[in-house]
């Protein structure tokens, strides 16, 4: 998916704009999404790709939602980060490129991860109450 950065500043909100694209942060227990309970499906918000599951989400108590894993491997591509003086892994919307947060070792079993994904990277799909 190839946008101008004019184009994703005209799509974004300013904040989006910066952790999106500019690979920045929300600040730590603002995000909209941190205490959503509801049943559905965290898509990019950025371009729509679903990310993550509800049913995956857990709280971290670090401040931005946590989840054990993606919906879909074929949906985010992990990448070293080395910003910051210290060794990370990015996490990346396949499809958009977009920054969403970062993955870590800490996280509950099975799968030991934490994703850790800013709000304003992601929106939600309630799931059908009908389904």
């Not at 946008?3 to 227990?29: M, S």
């Not at 971290?60 to 074929?74: D, L, N």
């Not at 977009?98 to 309630?126: A, Y």
Request: aromatic content about 8%.
């Amino acid at each position: 998916m190839q946008k101008t950065e004019e184009e994703w500043r005209k799509k974004l909100t300013p904040e989006q704009y910066h952790v999106l694209r500019e690979k920045g942060t929300e600040t730590p227990f603002t995000g909209k999404l941190l205490h959503k309970k509801e049943n559905g499906m965290y898509t990019c918000a950025a371009c729509g790709t679903e990310l993550f599951s509800s049913d995956a989400k857990f709280d971290s108590g670090t401040g931005w939602p946590s989840f054990s894993e993606p919906a879909s491997r074929k949906n985010v591509e992990l990448r070293t980060d080395s910003s910051l003086g210290m060794k990370r892994v990015e996490v990346v919307c396949k499809k958009c490129g977009g920054h969403l947060g970062h993955v870590f070792d800490d996280g509950p079993k099975p799968s030991g991860k934490r994703f850790c994904i800013n709000s304003c990277s992601l929106d939600f799909k309630e799931k059908s109450k009908n389904k």
